[in-house]
Antibody, heavy 122, light 107 residues
Framework: QVQLQESGPGLVKPSQTLSLTCTVS??????????WNWIRQPAGKGLEWVGRIYTSGTTNSNPSLKSRVSLSLDTARNQLSLQLTSVTAADTAIYFC??????????????WGQGTLLTVSS | SYELTQPPSVSVSPGQTAKITCSGDALARQHGYWYQQKPGQAPVLVIYKESDRPSGIPERFSGSRSGTTVTLIISGVQAEDEADYYC??????????FGGGTKVTVL
């Protein structure tokens, strides 16, 4: 069973770059079995897919965020990371990492982390 | 990208059946998925590929598709089913899209 745990700074100033990390257990981020995703949810609002990365290095991201999103894998630490540049208050949200199983269909989320709150404020 | 449209809220009495719809043009050719989210918790997948149920999800959860609409059906609703429910699909360019969410209230 794959387990995911997000971590981050909690607070970022406007215009800065946010960096979040998700630590994976139960499988390797180098595995061909999963796509690794980021999804966010502003308080009281719905879910928004941010982007995903595969072990090959292939990435996809939400067109609304694409120019600001950078995704990477750290195989030594078994982690995935999200960087989002030029943040504003609109980026304040709970950020979830989630795994999509390739063999079941790569476009839905079977395993989720508990989420980490990221607040953008000066 | 395209949109998925859900009703904002559905109310149902215990033991009755709740039906939550999700509409979007791409659902005619792409799979639909459903998640349950309780306050303060991460979403949980309850239905994938319109009608398949993951291991551990109660049988009272089922799904269907007709044209450009997918429907989540909760039969014999229980108090513990009170939650937000989100549909999800994928666009032609591999952009993943969520519906706006439906709050299910058990009366």
């Amino acid at each position: 069973q794959v387990q995911l745990q997000e971590s981050g700074p909690g607070l970022v100033k406007p215009s800065q770059t946010l960096s979040l990390t998700c630590t994976v257990s139960g499988d390797s981020v180098s595995s061909y079995s999963y796509y690794w995703n980021w999804i966010r949810q502003p308080a009281g609002k719905g879910l928004e897919w941010v982007g995903r990365i595969y072990t090959s290095g292939t990435t996809n991201s939400n067109p609304s965020l694409k120019s600001r999103v950078s995704l990477s894998l750290d195989t030594a630490r078994n982690q995935l990371s999200l960087q989002l540049t030029s943040v504003t208050a609109a980026d304040t949200a709970i950020y979830f990492c989630a795994a999509s199983a390739v063999n079941l269909g790569q476009y839905f989320f079977l395993h989720w982390g508990q989420g980490t709150l990221l607040t953008v404020s000066s | 990208s395209y949109e998925l449209t859900q009703p904002p809220s559905v109310s149902v009495s215990p033991g009755q059946t709740a039906k939550i719809t999700c509409s979007g043009d791409a659902l005619a050719r792409q799979h639909g998925y459903w998640y349950q989210q309780k306050p303060g918790q991460a979403p949980v997948l309850v239905i994938y590929k319109e009608s398949d149920r993951p291991s551990g999800i109660p049988e009272r959860f089922s799904g269907s598709r007709s044209g450009t609409t997918v429907t989540l059906i909760i039969s014999g609703v229980q108090a513990e089913d009170e939650a937000d429910y989100y549909c999800q699909s994928v666009d032609s360019d591999a952009t993943i899209v969520f519906g706006g969410g439906t709050k299910v209230t058990v009366l």
